[in-house]
């Protein structure tokens, strides 16, 4: 069965196919642990056995072993078959093992340390670098990267940053490229609405990579961002639809969501909405994956893969059919937003 897609052309220029289901690849960069490079092949050609036809990337993951995982990968691969995305805002540079960034979070990486460089030039820069990287004849989407309190640590830096992005000229360098048409579409690629709005108030994007943030568990988007962008036409891609994977395992004691430890309030929510889901039988992990895509702004859904089960799962999640009762039993229980499209 092929995968559903969904067509995207705000500027009414050609625009773009996704795939409901994408391919995250911060995985395929030895996040938690190392793979080989035959396992991420194995994983990145069970996706596109699969369907999967949208893959996005980054410099950071891996710090930059991701997209040199991809150049292999996509060489034989028609360039009209696919949509590839990444992102600007670091640029990595050669350093001294003991300098590397990311310990404990990738492993057997190159030796890099990550610059945050939100300027014109910095934004170029980082767009040659991923050319180089993966190989391709062209990239479709490129993301503005973490300008979040998230990844900076305080809204102090990350409004600093935002303004750095603005006042440095990098938005003017994506908007540059988009309009030579080096690229067909900007975007921010955010692990915070809010921040995700401050962008869509101050420039002219077309998608955002939203991770975690509109999702079985959280849906505060809906109050001002998403009807902002059905307003604007502007596409949604959801990363992170398992919550850093609670949604997928379930309520088990060493469950993660949003990259830690889950809270025990976090644990009984998820417990609740485990029973609504068993009550249809339901997988708690299809439901998951298939309620962002029930969004108007939304165009795909982009869980990580980090082996072929894995990968096997989310396809199984996309293909998956979700009686309606089972929403509107989550919105009598209080589970789900009254106002969240189902």
């Known amino acids: ?35 080989t ?13 699969g369907g999967v036809r949208y893959y996005d990337t980054a410099p950071l993951y ?25 992102k600007v805002g670091r640029l990595m540079q050669a350093c001294a093992p003991e300098h590397r960034a990311g310990e404990g979070k ?33 990239i479709d989407i490129l993301y503005v990267h973490d300008l979040c309190i998230f990844s900076h640590g305080s809204k102090e830096i990350s409004d600093m940053r935002i ?35 401050t962008l869509a108030e101050r420039g002219d994007f077309d998608l955002f ?10 849906q505060k988007a809906l109050d001002s961002f998403l009807p902002l962008c059905e307003a604007r036409g502007i596409g949604i891609v959801t990363g992170g ?23 025990q309030d976090v644990l009984d929510r998820v417990k609740a909405i485990e ?14 994956f298939q309620f962002p895509l029930l969004h108007p702004a939304h165009v795909s859904v982009i869980p990580g893969g980090q082996g072929v089960s894995e990968t096997e799962g989310n396809l199984q999640a996309a293909h998956a059919e979700i009686p309606a009762g089972l929403w509107a039993d989550l919105k009598a229980k209080g589970l789900l937003r009254e106002d969240a499209p189902t």
């Open 241 to 263: 639809p398992y919550n850093s994977g609670i949604l997928a395992t379930g309520a088990r004691q060493g469950a993660y969501y949003n990259y830690e430890l889950a809270p």
């Open 62 to 86: 891996g710090l930059g072993l991701s997209e040199t995982r991809l150049n292999p990968f996509l060489r034989d691969k028609p360039r009209d078959d696919y949509v590839l995305s990444t």
């Open 106 to 138: 990738w492993f057997e990486v190159p030796c890099r340390r990550e610059q945050y460089d939100y300027t014109y030039d910095g934004v170029m820069r980082s767009f040659e670098h991923s050319f180089s990287r993966l190989g391709v004849d062209r």
């Open 1 to 35: 069965m092929a995968l559903k897609t969904r067509h995207w052309d705000r500027l009414g220029n050609g625009g773009l196919t996704f795939t409901e289901l994408g391919f995250g690849t911060a995985p395929l960069g030895n996040l938690y642990k190392a793979i």
């Open 163 to 197: 303004e750095e992005f603005f006042g440095g000229r990098g938005y003017d360098a994506m908007v540059s490229l988009r309009e030579q048409g080096l690229i067909k579409a900007i975007g921010g690629g955010v692990n915070e609405w809010e921040v995700c709005q």
């Open 209 to 218: 990579l939203l991770a975690g943030r509109y999702t079985l568990l959280e």
């Open 275 to 288: 029973d609504v889901c068993a009550a249809h039988g339901v997988r708690m992990v299809d439901a998951a």
């Open 37 to 49: 490079d035959d396992e991420a092949r194995a994983t990145l050609d069970a996706a596109w056995d």
